[in-house]
């Protein structure tokens, strides 16, 4: 992290199978504000996310869920 500001945090992602799954969750939490940096990690199903300010879990979920994947908390 390059500010003392920036956020961290990580949730476990299910349902990935490919590459392709991860660009999905990656694309869609990168289309949220105040994200900075994305890491979808398809063999740990870790989505770690870089963020501005302090994103609520569910609103981090809802993006991975529209995406089509399940989301919670690690």
């Known amino acids: ?10 949730l476990k992602v299910t349902g990935m199978s490919c590459g392709h799954c991860t660009t999905q969750v990656q694309t869609a939490l990168e289309g949220l ?3 900075l940096e994305v890491d979808v ?4 199903e870790t989505a770690t996310i870089k963020m501005a300010r302090n994103i609520p879990d ?3 979920s809802k ?3 529209m995406a089509g994947y399940q989301a919670e908390p690690l």
């Open 1 to 10: 992290m390059n500010k003392e500001s920036d956020q961290l945090k990580s």
């Open 33 to 35: 504000e105040d994200v």
């Open 41 to 44: 990690s398809l063999q740990e």
């Open 58 to 60: 569910d609103v981090l």
């Open 63 to 65: 993006a991975i869920v």
